[in-house]
T-cell receptor, first 115, second 113 residues
Framework: DAGVTQSPTHLIKTRGQQVTLRCSPK?????VSWYQQALGQGPQFIFQ???????QRGNFPDRFSGHQFPNYSSELNVNALLLGDSALYLC??????????????FGEGSWLTVV | KQEVTQIPAALSVPEGENLVLNCSFTDSAIYNLQWFRQDPGKGLTSLLL?????REQTSGRLNASLDKSSGRSTLYIAASQPGDSATYLC????????????FGDGTTLTVKP
């Protein structure tokens, strides 16, 4: 049973560029959430996708956008990159509301460095 | 504002010691609380999930407790081993949305041989 997979694992971008990160959820899961984790801090919720729609959003600017595909995989896009966007980006998958104890599973993350 | 706090930020213990990690949260109306482990540069591994109706959960040498009235959860690790060295994160759900959790900043544990 494949867990949550993310790509790429590491990437370096220049300020002002755009980046796309990808996530495949755990088999059977239909909900994908994205988190940003700065060094030494806990993950912060960016947004969540369910049924190909953004369902909830954290306190992140519109430069952060996403997409979910019919097979439940998801992309996170960040435009006009800033130095402060350098972080570990984590994808989490789960079932929809209130099923299976609501355990969430995380991928290994994508390390983004903006120079 | 719903917040999660973990103190201390770092903890160092000798091998074999029993230890307790703390997690505090504002707003006692939680739906569930989950403990994770994170190794350096890696993703998060789920350790234990406690529903709001439960008082504790156990898995091997790990025991997590929940006291909603005081806004606290503890993760007890028995007979610590060097392989337990990692950052431990506490995440709280205040709604039924499984994927939207609020995390503390974690406690980095070092177990010395």
């Amino acid at each position: 049973d494949a867990g949550v997979t993310q790509s790429p694992t590491h990437l370096i971008k220049t300020r002002g560029q755009q980046v796309t990160l990808r996530c495949s959820p755990k088999s059977g899961h239909d909900t994908v959430s994205w988190y940003q984790q700065a060094l030494g801090q806990g993950p912060q919720f960016i947004f969540q996708y369910y049924e190909e729609e953004e369902r909830q959003r954290g306190n992140f600017p519109d430069r952060f956008s996403g997409h979910q595909f019919p097979n439940y995989s998801s992309e996170l896009n960040v435009n006009a990159l800033l130095l402060g966007d350098s972080a570990l980006y984590l994808c989490a998958s789960s079932f929809d509301f209130d099923r299976s104890g609501n355990t969430i599973y995380f991928g290994e993350g994508s390390w983004l460095t903006v120079v | 504002k719903q917040e999660v706090t973990q103190i201390p930020a770092a903890l160092s213990v000798p091998e074999g010691e029993n230890l307790v990690l703390n997690c505090s949260f504002t707003d006692s109306a939680i739906y569930n609380l989950q403990w994770f482990r994170q190794d350096p540069g890696k993703g998060l591994t789920s350790l234990l999930l406690i529903q709001s109706s439960q008082r504790e959960q156990t898995s091997g040498r790990l025991n997590a407790s929940l006291d909603k009235s005081s806004g606290r959860s503890t993760l007890y690790i028995a007979a610590s081993q060097p392989g337990d060295s990692a950052t431990y994160l506490c995440a709280v759900n205040w709604g039924t949305n499984a994927g939207k959790s609020t995390f503390g900043d974690g406690t980095t544990l070092t177990v010395k041989p």
